[in-house]
């Protein structure tokens, strides 16, 4: 075999092993705080948690396609906070696994997301809810007003 052959041959290789892997789910690269009701000396006296002891969280905006309308950011977040429920990130995002048909009227895959302590799972999923990590989603840019 010839040089250029082998070359040829491993290319075709690489780009091979390269095209048939898992696709990566694209997770949200913007992250977009939320404000928080607390007071600066709390959470001063808090330890920052740490990676492993976080989980993101989503739910559904609720909005309808040609209609709009649905829950904001800060709304979703708040009903969290209202059960005691710390959020380190809050940011939108659509679910890239389930497919909507194109109606008014129709759900779209709209959701927000919030990253909070795996203690306080629990009490996000008795509120609807969902482990981010059970769904595939892409970050987007909160609808205008709501950041």
């Given at each position: 075999?010839?040089?250029?052959t082998?070359?040829?041959?491993?290319?075709?290789?690489?780009?091979?092993?390269?095209?048939?892997?898992?696709?990566?789910?694209?997770?949200?690269?913007?992250?977009?705080?939320?404000?928080?009701?607390?007071?600066?000396?709390?959470?001063?006296?808090?330890p920052?948690?740490?990676?492993?002891?976080?989980?993101?969280?989503?739910e559904?905006?609720?909005?309808?396609?040609?209609?709009?309308?649905?829950?904001?950011?800060?709304?979703?977040?708040?009903?969290?906070?209202?059960?005691?429920?710390?959020?380190?990130?809050?940011?939108?995002?659509?679910?890239?696994?389930?497919?909507?048909?194109?109606?008014?009227?129709?759900?779209?895959?709209?959701?927000?997301?919030?990253?909070?302590?795996?203690?306080?799972?629990?009490?996000?999923?008795?509120?609807?809810?969902?482990?981010?990590?059970?769904?595939?989603?892409?970050?987007?840019?909160?609808?205008?007003?709501?950041?």
């Open positions: 075999m010839t040089r250029n082998l070359l040829l041959m491993l290319l075709a290789v690489v780009l091979g092993v390269t095209a048939c892997g898992p696709k990566e789910v694209e997770k949200p690269a913007r992250e977009e705080q939320v404000a928080t009701p607390e007071k600066p000396e709390e959470k001063e006296e808090q920052p948690a740490r990676a492993e002891e976080l989980i993101w969280v989503f559904s905006r609720g909005s309808l396609q040609c209609e709009g309308g649905g829950t904001t950011l800060a709304e979703s977040s708040s009903r969290l906070s209202a059960e005691g429920v710390t959020i380190h990130q809050s940011r939108c995002g659509v679910r890239t696994d389930r497919m909507y048909p194109a109606v008014c009227g129709g759900k779209t895959g709209d959701i927000h997301l919030h990253l909070i302590d795996k203690r306080s799972l629990d009490a996000a999923l008795q509120l609807g809810f969902d482990p981010a990590q059970q769904a595939q989603y892409q970050s987007k840019d909160c609808p205008s007003g709501e950041n």
